[in-house]
């Protein structure tokens, strides 16, 4: 190893000192008369040396002078598909030819297949995958647990759901209200993990971690009912439901215990055991509004109104009123229990005013609004293009793969797709159109609901025409932020090419073991790249005490 830094970084001075930085703030000093290298790892990732500390530090992590990385290789493997696809299309114009090519070809998997149809060896290597996937799903967590910024929203979510879970009183301080307050607008669902964390360890990274950790069960829960009520494996679900979190837009929301993540995976959920489990889907639809997420109530809007048209039954209409309503007469019984004076019609009073006011609603200076000018003064207009992108388009492209698919949709869900369409429709108009701040966060209203719509798609075989089902893959591997252009290009023609072998039956299969073992891929890049592991131990001594103090929260924030 001691070679192999010499080679790099010249030979050692002789009052050379190793430097082992404690943490990523760590700024190594310049030394003016060490010539700047650029160093590059096979992974990915780069850096320039200006001292022999520094190359030294880097050396050791892996880092040397060749520029040659894994993505070199890709791009090679890119070309001999392109080449190989080239020749198999010449082979397509003619039967005989085709036939002994896709026979080499067919033989060959026949040959891989043999070695795993023992079931027992199935569920071992489905088993190692998921110790396998987890082990970087955790790092990965980790690491951007520590290094995001404090948030207030953070400490608000935190201590108000914390004293819930303690004795019901759902708060955060004066500061915001006080108890029941309408500004406490992520509710005991968006932190139940993070709760549990806090209580454990007064550790802040391992209270977000845990709370993703909470997402990450919810949504798997979710999918074993649902692969159970529908009679369908439940593999590939497990398997995406600990990766499809980092596909949304701004997860890290997730890490903050904000409220979105967690109630749109209930809510949209709750939609596809509606027509089995009408009663508890509502139930859970309530609660993912008024125990979650307020804004909410935007997508199950589009969604209702769609099951009204459809049905035109009062009785049940009221019937589906009361059994939604009750979750929330619980909370205001809750408050109405905690607060001495409790004013109800004064409290739906403000709801709605808060509602309607809001900073982001739009609502209040409607006839004001200009779409260019709002983009421009939003948080949208500092977006990158793949963002823009994935906001804006994918949402599109979304109701017309459900439209193209409708009456697959409906036979197997039974008469869900316009409620679909109408529940990303009218979040995403309200967020395009209305909302003067665009928060990134809030567009999770709908992506969550593109991105799980598209993926139980695929799951229960209801895109028919293989350009939709390729089209979602690709859709969702989009949505992915660890691969550049050229790779994401590599990917798609992979996957494309891998299509063209295999026949209706198979298709699924092939396109549910690509999605997950690259969106898993993506996950484990980081951990290559990054140069130190996150500490877990770093508390806020003012908050083990009390997190309702002042002190804490100006700790918190460092004030």
Same mark, same amino acid.
């Given at each position: ?38 160093l590059?790892r ?19 992590l ?16 890119l ?17 005989y ?37 987890h ?15 404090n ?25 915001i ?11 005991p ?15 802040l990274?391992?209270t ?7 997402i ?17 494996s ?26 979105? *993540?967690?109630?749109? =995976? $209930?809510?949209? &959920? ?8 009408? +009663?508890? /889907?509502?139930? #859970? ?5 008024f ?36 979750p929330?007469i ?37 006839w ?28 599109? *492209?979304?109701?017309? =793969? $459900?439209?193209? &698919? ?8 039974? +008469?869900? /797709?316009?409620? #679909? ?17 665009k928060?990134?966060?809030?567009s ?6 593109c ?17 939709d ?12 932020d ?6 994401f ?17 198979k ?30 131990? $770093?508390?806020?001594e ?18």
């Amino acid at each position: 190893m001691l070679e192999k830094i010499i080679s790099i970084c010249g030979s050692i001075p002789d009052s050379f000192t190793k430097i082992a930085p404690q943490d990523s703030s760590y700024v190594f000093a310049n030394d003016p008369l060490y010539p700047p290298l650029n160093l590059y790892r096979f992974f990915g990732g780069s850096a320039t040396v200006n001292s022999y500390a520094e190359c030294y530090y880097y050396a050791e992590l892996g880092f040397n002078r060749s520029e040659f990385n894994i993505f070199d290789i890709l791009q090679i493997l890119l070309g001999l598909i392109i080449i190989f696809s080239f020749i198999y299309y010449i082979y397509k114009s003619n039967k005989y030819n085709k036939a002994e090519f896709k026979k080499i070809i067919i033989s060959f998997i026949e040959i891989t297949k043999k070695q795993s149809k023992n079931k027992n060896n199935q569920t071992a290597l489905f088993f190692l995958f998921l110790i396998t996937q987890h082990f970087f799903i955790f790092d990965f967590i980790r690491t951007k647990s520590v290094r995001v910024p404090n948030f207030i929203d953070e400490y608000i979510s935190l201590t108000s759901n914390v004293n819930f879970f303690k004795n019901l009183d759902f708060t955060a301080g004066e500061f915001i209200g006080g108890s029941y307050s309408i500004y406490l607008t992520s509710g005991p669902i968006s932190a139940i993990g993070g709760v549990i964390g806090w209580n454990l360890t007064n550790s802040l990274s391992i209270t977000r971690i845990a709370n993703i950790y909470w997402i990450i069960l919810l949504q798997t829960i979710f999918c074993l009912i649902l692969s159970k009520v529908n009679k369908k494996s439940s593999s590939f679900l497990i398997a995406m439901s600990a990766v499809l979190i980092f596909l949304v837009p701004w997860w890290q929301g997730g890490i903050y215990l904000l409220g979105e *993540l967690s109630s749109m =995976i $209930i809510f949209i &959920n709750s939609i596809f055991l509606f027509n089995k489990y009408r +009663n508890l /889907s509502l139930v #859970l639809i309530s609660i993912s509004i008024f125990y979650g997420k307020l804004l909410t109530l935007l997508p199950f809007i589009g969604f209702y109104f769609f099951i009204m048209v459809n049905e035109r039954k009062i009785k049940l209409i009221i019937k589906d009123f009361l059994i939604f309503i009750t979750p929330y007469i619980s909370y205001l019984l809750l408050a109405n229990y905690i607060l001495q004076e409790f004013n109800l019609l004064l409290f739906l009073k403000n709801q709605f005013n808060l509602f309607v006011n809001h900073q982001s609603s739009g609502l209040s200076n409607f006839w004001d609004l200009s779409l260019i000018d709002t983009f421009l003064d939003s948080e949208a207009s500092g977006w990158t293009n793949i963002e823009i992108f994935r906001i804006l388009l994918i949402p599109i *492209l979304t109701i017309i =793969i $459900i439209s193209r &698919n409708m009456k697959t949709i409906d036979k197997y869900f039974v +008469n869900i /797709s316009r409620s #679909l369409i109408a529940s990303i429709l009218i979040p995403y108009l309200w967020f395009w159109v209305l909302s003067p701040t665009k928060w990134i966060r809030y567009s999770q209203h709908f992506t969550v609901i593109c991105i799980l719509v598209l993926l139980y798609l695929v799951n229960f075989d209801l895109l028919k025409n293989k350009f939709d089902l390729v089209m979602t893959i690709i859709f969702l591997l989009s949505l992915t932020d660890y691969y550049d252009s050229t790779i994401f290009i590599l990917i798609t023609f992979i996957f494309v090419g891998l299509l063209q072998f295999k026949n209706d039956h198979k298709r699924y299969d092939y396109s549910k073991l690509f999605l997950v073992v690259i969106i898993t891929i993506g996950i484990v890049i980081p951990y290559f790249e990054k140069d130190i592991f996150g500490n877990l131990n $770093i508390t806020i001594e003012e908050c083990t005490r009390n997190l309702l103090d002042s002190e804490c929260r100006n700790a918190y924030m460092g004030e």
